[in-house]
């Protein structure tokens, strides 16, 4: 199943590249080698490119596909949906009934509002904050990613972890505008957090952050980090946002506060929700989205619009109905994936780690072992990592330069024995004395 040519997605590029920069609507698939794939199907745990090279999916269209690609149940409410009609510019029952499915499913959530992207539902959340608390500052985390849009894009993964007291300098990549509304913290240490909060809680409306650190590495948070989290937002009246952008549906049905018992006020959702469709949610308590009634206004011509309802609302009754066969299938094939990967790289004598959170795989080349914090992900290297990736898209597998792999319910015990020959393969191309 090896991928022999790529010429039509480097035609496909050239010819992007004269009317789109980067050739890409997104930057980072530019970056993919040994080209930036373009595709022209995909099915259960497989996509198919340009050039006909069928690959193991692990990106997952960057998450959201935890159903795999053309889930038959969410294909057909949407195909019946389109013959309805596909934006009223008004309500109708499905999003009454999403409403009430997450409300059911996700443990912090009693009310909810509906937006397109995770970027704009983190938005929401953060202005919900400030009105219910009439405060302005927000607290976010190295290393965590809370979309696109400023001041939330600064400190993300890949910037610097720093050094003294918290909170920490501003880091603005590219051009993004930042400013002092915004304090970035350690995550994961409990003393940091309230050192900051002793002395800007009184400004604090809201600490947000993964509360499993998928893009600072996949790291779970230390036994009692949460909850100390959550007293002390409570000590200091701000509000605890949970970002289950990634981890919403697939660490569990109820996302990783049910995995970890620990409920936030405020909770982001997108990705898994709709299963390719674009759509995000924010969820909270009864009191604190209240506000929402008489205080912020929530707008957006796509909130709630029926094609992605519908899709979200088939998704998450299939999540729902078959929690207790679906999720343990996920745990196991992503386990079996893990001990496989380290088996490997035991062999060959590789520096590689894979890390597990749920149905959620991050690779780490050269890293401390055991890998806790953020600092110890970017002591890993990244140029092996992308030399892996590349040779596992030669050898019929997508998967992403960064090591974050997406494991799907439509993925199968053969996919797994392949994906495993493509990482033994790999790993005896880049081993050796210069690659470690």
């Known amino acids: 199943m090896n991928a022999e040519s790529f010429t039509g997605s480097e035609s496909y590029l050239r010819r992007a590249h004269q009317v789109i920069p980067r050739g890409v609507n997104s930057s980072r698939r530019s970056v993919l080698r040994p080209a930036p794939l373009a595709f022209s ?8 490119d340009i050039d006909g090279n069928e690959y193991v999916d692990y990106v997952a269209g960057y998450g959201p596909m935890l159903l795999g690609h053309q889930p038959p149940e969410v294909v057909e409410a949407v195909r019946t949906q389109l013959a309805a009609g596909v934006l009223y510019g008004g309500q109708h029952e499905a999003e009454a009934e999403l409403a009430e499915r997450i409300v059911r499913m996700v443990p912090g959530a009693e009310r909810v509002l509906l937006n397109v992207t995770g970027s704009e539902a983190v938005q929401a959340a953060l202005r919900i904050a400030r009105a219910a608390t009439g405060r302005r500052k927000t607290v976010k985390f190295e ?57 800007h809680g009184a400004d604090v409306a809201a600490v947000i952050m993964e509360p499993v650190a998928v893009n600072g590495g996949n790291l779970w948070a230390d036994d009692g980090y949460l909850a100390t989290a959550r007293r002390l937002c409570e000590r200091h009246g701000c509000l605890l946002v949970f970002d ?66 519908v899709a979200a609302n088939a998704t998450l009754d299939v999540l729902e109905t078959g929690q207790d066969s679906l999720y343990p299938r ?32 991050r690779l780490h080349w050269g890293a401390p072992e055991p890998l806790r914090t953020y600092a110890d992900t970017l002591a890993g290297r990244t140029a ?37 020959a493509a990482v033994d393969r790999a790993l005896a191309a880049i081993s050796g004395p210069s690659a470690g």
Not at 272 to 279: D, R
Request: charged share 20%.
């Open 330 to 361: 996920l745990d196991r094939l992503t386990g079996e994936l893990a001990d496989g990967i380290a088996r490997l790289a035991a062999r060959h004598g590789a520096p590689l780690q894979a890390l597990r959170a749920g149905a959620l795989l």
């Open 41 to 48: 199907g995909a099915r259960g745990s497989r996509i198919t």
């Open 143 to 199: 290393g965590h990613y809370h979309g696109w849009i400023d001041p939330m894009t600064a400190n993300g993964p890949g910037s610097p972890a720093g050094t003294g007291p918290a909170p920490r300098p501003m880091i603005a990549a590219d051009h993004d505008v930042v400013g002092p509304e915004i304090l970035v913290c350690p995550w994961n240490d409990s003393e940091a957090l309230a050192g900051l909060l002793a002395r």
């Open 384 to 420: 092996p990592l992308r030399d892996f990736s590349e040779h596992m898209v030669r050898n019929g597998v997508h998967a992403r330069e960064t090591g974050l792999w997406y494991v799907s319910t439509a993925h199968t015990d053969d996919d797994v024995d392949r994906t495993l």
């Open 244 to 309: 289950e952008v990634v981890t919403g549906f697939r660490l569990a049905p109820g996302g990783a506060q049910q995995r970890t018992g620990v409920t936030p006020d405020l909770t982001v959702l997108a990705k898994a929700l709709g299963s390719g469709f674009p759509i995000s949610a924010v969820a909270g308590r009864a009191e604190v989205m209240r506000v929402a009634e008489h205080t912020v206004g929530h707008a957006g011509t796509y909130n709630g619009n029926a094609v992605s309802v």
